[in-house]
Nanobody, 112 residues
Framework: QVRLVESGGGLVQPGGSLRLSCVAS????????MSWYRQAPGKERELVAR????????NYADSVKGRFIISRDNARNTVSLQMNSLKPEDTAVYYC?????WGQGTQVTGSS
């Protein structure tokens, strides 16, 4: 079955960095787009970043452009999200997604 396992979340001070990783299995990873969504307290889930199958085409939410970078390693069935210059408003549970499938999420907290 499809499995998406996120890791790398944690607590960082504003201005700090984190790198999230998602290891996927149960489907042909290399031919599908992968996305990161997040859900902040009291907010609905929102798309943060998306990377297409070849790895050369990406989309970002306006709020994270210039700060976050999505990448993928098709040989390792892994998609990553490098998060720089973190802000308190980045605090959320971050989810790796494939079509309608969601991972368990990993908590990111940008706070002192």
């Amino acid at each position: 079955q499809v499995r998406l396992v996120e890791s790398g979340g944690g607590l960082v001070q504003p201005g700090g960095s984190l790198r999230l990783s998602c290891v996927a299995s149960g489907f042909t990873f290399s031919v599908y787009a992968m996305s990161w969504y997040r859900q902040a307290p009291g907010k609905e889930r929102e798309l943060v970043a998306r990377i297409f199958s070849g790895g050369g085409s990406t989309n970002y939410a306006d709020s994270v452009k210039g700060r976050f970078i999505i990448s993928r390693d098709n040989a390792r069935n892994t998609v990553s999200l490098q998060m720089n210059s973190l802000k308190p408003e980045d605090t959320a549970v971050y989810y790796c997604t494939f079509q309608s499938y969601w991972g368990q999420g990993t908590q990111v907290t940008g706070s002192s």
